[in-house]
């Protein structure tokens, strides 16, 4: 199994910034993608930002420009750099992992969620 723990959350007010960590732990062969999601009340999570092995990142349209995903191999770890935070940025926001656990196995994970609170 792999455990993701996700730290970082908080609250900021419009126009602050905030990192979330996610370090990935367990049995990892290679971590393909990793990224992050969001949940806001009454709405579906969604994709905010992904980084592929080998293939660069993929971006939210409403964070382009704001948001800067980044990753260090070596930590097993993901981070999502958020600046101009704007108050539809609110949620929950989920790290999710492709990873490889065997030979032949390839499982996707979820953290528990961190409470991402912007203030007007």
């Known amino acids: 199994q792999v455990q993701l723990v996700e730290s970082g959350g908080g609250l900021v007010q419009a126009g602050g910034s905030l990192r979330l960590s996610c370090a990935a732990s367990g049995t990892i062969f290679k971590i393909n993608t990793m990224g992050w999601y969001r949940q806001a009340p009454g709405k579906q999570r969604e994709l905010v930002a992904q980084?592929?092995?080998?293939?660069?990142?993929n971006y939210a349209d409403s964070v382009k420009g704001r948001f800067t995903i980044s990753r260090d191999n070596a930590k097993n770890t993901v981070y999502l750099q958020m600046n101009s935070l704007q108050p539809e940025d609110t949620g929950v926001y989920f790290c999710n992992a492709n990873v490889q656990t065997a030979v032949r196995t390839t499982q996707r994970f979820w953290g528990q969620g961190t409470q991402v609170t912007v203030s007007s």
């Open positions: 980084i592929i092995s080998d293939a660069g990142e």
